[in-house]
């Protein structure tokens, strides 16, 4: 009763959409059976990872699932992983996450980074809200600039409780180059060592709309 009482309460905020077909898992997608994967994992918009021990990256779900649909992804205490996407050991040939548009992560103090790499131009295209809760392991910046880059329709950023310095990190963008403009909402909470939001000259136009 506990863990589901978990799960409703964190599932109940910070949402833009409900979904209607939901997938709970405490495991990996490549250990669920090939008939579940084509009959309900490729369909699915929504998957909640509870606790998920042998979760290594992200990456490697959406190959072996095929999540070419989803649009909510929330994960919480998945102590394996140190970075949730790493195109450095696992490198995609195509966009990913195209069609998600929120990413929840809580309660995760083994994550450092949330991407390792470069993503394909078009991948986290349409994400709008991002939210990162509760992960003590994060001490630089949840949106380093790898990935800064790629949520162009990000609307609502929420960073609660976690040990970071910044919020966003720069280097690596191009002179000139805009991101998001489209964000509107950020929530700041409890980040006892944050010392500036951006590190570095801000962009003005990305806080046009906030």
């Not at 589901?4 to 077909?21: A, D, E, F, G, M």
């Not at 070419?68 to 992983?81: I, N, P, S, V, Y």
């Not at 195209?98 to 349409?126: A, I, M, P």
Request: aromatic letters at 8%.
């Amino acid at each position: 009763d506990l863990f589901y009482r978990s799960v409703n309460v964190q599932l109940s905020k910070n949402t833009i959409t409900p979904y209607s077909r939901a997938l709970l898992l405490d495991t990996t997608i490549n250990k669920l059976p090939d008939w579940f994967n084509s009959t309900v994992t490729e369909r699915v918009e929504k998957i909640i990872y509870m606790e998920a021990r042998s979760l290594t990256d992200i990456l490697v779900e959406y190959g072996h699932g095929k999540l070419h649909g989803l649009k909510f992804l929330h994960l919480q205490e998945c102590r394996e992983m140190v970075t949730l996407m790493n195109t450095v050991t696992r490198v995609p040939n195509k966009p990913v996450l195209k069609s998600l548009e929120e990413l929840h992560v809580f309660y995760w103090d083994r994550l450092q980074q949330l991407c390792v790499g470069e993503l394909l131009q078009g991948s986290l295209g349409n994400l709008k809200l991002l939210e990162v809760e509760q992960c003590e392991g994060v001490a630089d910046a949840p949106v380093p600039s790898n990935l800064l880059q790629r949520p162009q329709n990000l609307e609502v950023l929420i960073v609660c409780a976690t040990g970071m310095v910044y919020i966003f990190k720069s280097q690596g963008l191009e002179q000139g180059e805009t991101v998001l403009t489209k964000l509107r909402e950020m929530k700041l909470e409890n980040l006892p060592e944050l010392t500036n939001i951006w590190n570095g000259p801000a962009q003005p136009a990305m806080f046009h709309n906030l």
